[in-house]
């Protein structure tokens, strides 16, 4: 996997244009689950930040979460003013963020996504998201994620 694939060089791009200062690192294709990821990058799971995209009565939300939780879709559907939220399918994906499930990065879509960032993730020091690519992860804070997303903190699990 070279640095040079197309999304992750438009995710390098992007993240550079909004000041982030995190490092991106390129994992072995196998590393498809935030445990994995967590191994790979020695550290806990609950450092990974999993971009999940969602459908949220035909509009995209972004949730940011902790690779230790799961999304509490009627929870959040409450706090979004009663929206149905429901897991995108690929084709939405790949729509609304240039991306593919997997690699969904918080940033570099091709229009904004309404960004919701788990306050769990503040727990860590160092958090990781993907860069555009499945295989690709960069390292942040909560509080740059929060700067680089225009994110709203919300209770997700």
Known sequence: MSVDHPSIS?????HRRRG??????ILPDSVHTAALAAEALGCEVGAIANSLLF??????????TSGAHRVDVDRVGAALGGARLRRAKPEFVRT????VIGGVSPIAHPAPIPTYLD??????????AAAGH???VFSTTHAELLALTGGTPLEVA
């Open 10 to 14: 438009h995710f390098r791009t992007e």
């Open 20 to 25: 982030g200062t995190g490092r991106i690192v």
């Open 55 to 64: 459908e949220a009565d035909g509009a995209p939300v972004l949730i940011l």
């Open 96 to 99: 609304h963020t240039g991306q």
């Open 119 to 128: 306050p769990w993730l503040e727990r860590h020091d160092t958090v990781w």
């Open 134 to 136: 499945p295989a690709a």
